[in-house]
Nanobody, 119 residues
Framework: QVQLVESGGGLVQVGGSLRLSCAAS????????MGWYQQAPGKQRELVAG???????NYAESVKGRFTISRDNAKNTVYLQMNSLKPEDTAVYYC?????????????WGQGTQVTVSS
């Protein structure tokens, strides 16, 4: 089992910044990748940023140049630094951990944290 606890969401004005945190615990040694997903009202949950165990990152086109995903292995924590926030960034952000087991791939999710960008 993997437990993910998120924090850092809130209300911010257009152009502002937020830093989301996701602390992982449990069977973390088998995690292959982690990521942040975005779910806006009326939208599907979509990948915003991902990072592999080797440190390779990828981003949704809409956030390239504004968001940065990083990982602190000592603290078992991943971060999403969000800069130059726009109203369209408003969504619930979920932390995801992906791992491979004998039974197949498994995904674990954080509780979600609300990000609201107001003009």
């Amino acid at each position: 089992q993997v437990q993910l606890v998120e924090s850092g969401g809130g209300l911010v004005q257009v152009g502002g910044s937020l830093r989301l945190s996701c602390a992982a615990s449990g069977s973390i040694s088998s995690i292959n990748a982690m990521g942040w997903y975005q779910q806006a009202p009326g939208k599907q949950r979509e990948l915003v940023a991902g990072i592999t165990s080797g440190g390779s990152t990828n981003y949704a086109e809409s956030v390239k140049g504004r968001f940065t995903i990083s990982r602190d292995n000592a603290k078992n924590t991943v971060y999403l630094q969000m800069n130059s926030l726009k109203p369209e960034d408003t969504a619930v952000y979920y932390c995801n951990a992906h791992k491979t087991t004998y039974w197949g791939p498994r995904d674990y999710w954080g509780q979600g944290t609300q990000v609201t960008v107001s003009s």
